[in-house]
């Protein structure tokens, strides 16, 4: 498996290989590869390469040796459901093994999952492109564009087919500290794709909103609990308060495999807090007084009463609850 690495961007587009499922976790936890849909997308794919070894070592009984390697997996980032969902779907399959070479089957799975992630982006960005009705300026957090996805990507995917529609004017990337996924990535895709982006510090969205420079937040997400809170990268919160105060609507993008119907609300999603240097150094060089303690937490919850419309692949919710919620994932 090929990854494009995405710690050395813009800079460097220099690929990481993953020869086995150690690698694949590896570059999970070390944000080689990030966003929600492409760490599932990664995991399921890390499967085929553990399949593939543990078959050759142990043949038919390789389904005997697989839950440390599975367990590994799952806790290398908790917050992004569509880790365990990809487990899960890979998993389905296994328990239909009949023996015989594991790697041709599993293969396909991975691809159709990587390929249907693909295929829902394309849906999100026309569902949430059809929210915007005059043209207007935005604003997202994070990076949910094709880097963070199979293609296209989610709250990106919505803002590429806005843009085409001619329905935007100007995408606002907040830069996102700690880990500058916005500077970094967001700008790196936008401009790529000759889309007008100007970055900002996290802390400007509030006077931007002021100025009266954008009509909508658009984000994506890790994981969205049954009653429409929704969590997501670190200063999405402050974002949706800020928003709401100046009557900004707020859009958050996910696939349904992003949504977590065995959590009652956003309380109970696990929330990733990283090493401190993330934040206490840039790179290799000290940003804070030496003997500065930190808090590094790298997402938050937004409640679902912040969150104006849940585009996903099956359609929009908007005003989320639970009621509506459950409609969505059952009748679709
Ligand atoms: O820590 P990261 O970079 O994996 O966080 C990514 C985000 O928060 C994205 O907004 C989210 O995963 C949605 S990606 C389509």
């Given amino acids: 498996m090929v990854l494009l690495d995405q710690r050395y961007l813009p800079q460097r587009e220099q690929d990481f290989i993953c020869n086995s499922l150690d690698d ?32 050759g070592r142990h043949g038919d009984q390789w389904i005997n040796e697989m ?13 992004a459901v569509n880790l365990d969902w ?19 089957v599993l293969l396909e799975k991975a691809r159709s999952i990587h390929q249907q992630d693909i295929e829902a982006n394309k849906m999100m960005g026309e569902n949430g492109a059809e929210l915007i009705k005059e043209k ?41 500290r700690p880990w500058l996924q916005g500077a970094r990535l967001t700008a790196w895709e936008l401009v790529k794709d000759r889309i007008p982006v100007s970055l900002i510090a996290d802390s400007a969205a509030a006077y931007l909103m002021n100025q009266g420079k954008v009509g909508w937040v658009i984000v994506g997400s890790d994981r969205i609990a049954a009653n429409g809170d929704v969590a997501n990268k670190i200063g999405t919160y402050s974002t949706a308060v800020n928003a709401r105060y100046h009557g900004v609507k707020f859009m958050v993008v996910a696939p349904t495999s992003t949504i977590d119907m065995s959590l009652e609300n956003g309380d109970q999603i696990p929330i990733e807090t990283r090493n401190t240097d993330e934040l206490l150094r840039f790179s290799d060089t000290p940003v804070a007084a ?32 639970r009621d509506k919620m459950e409609r969505l994932m059952t009748t679709n």
């Fill in 136 to 176: 207007v300026g935005v604003l997202t957090h994070c990076n949910a564009g094709a880097l963070a996805t199979g293609g296209y990507g989610t709250a990106l995917g919505v803002i590429r087919s806005a843009y085409q529609a001619g329905l935007i004017e100007q995408v606002y990337a907040d830069e996102t």
């Fill in 67 to 79: 839950e440390p390697g599975l367990r590994k997996l799952s806790d290398a980032r908790p917050t």
């Fill in 86 to 104: 990809a487990i899960n779907e890979m998993r389905k399959l296994i328990s239909r093994y009949k023996g015989g070479d594991p790697v041709p």
């Fill in 290 to 321: 030496t003997g500065c303690h930190g808090w590094n937490p790298v997402f938050d919850v937004t409640p679902a009463e912040l969150v104006d419309a849940i585009v996903t692949e099956r359609g929009v919710v908007l005003q989320p609850d």
């Fill in 24 to 55: 694949a976790i590896v570059a999970i936890f070390e944000m080689v590869v990030r966003g929600a849909p492409a760490i599932g997308i990664t995991a399921a794919y890390g499967i085929v390469l553990m399949a593939r070894d543990l078959y």
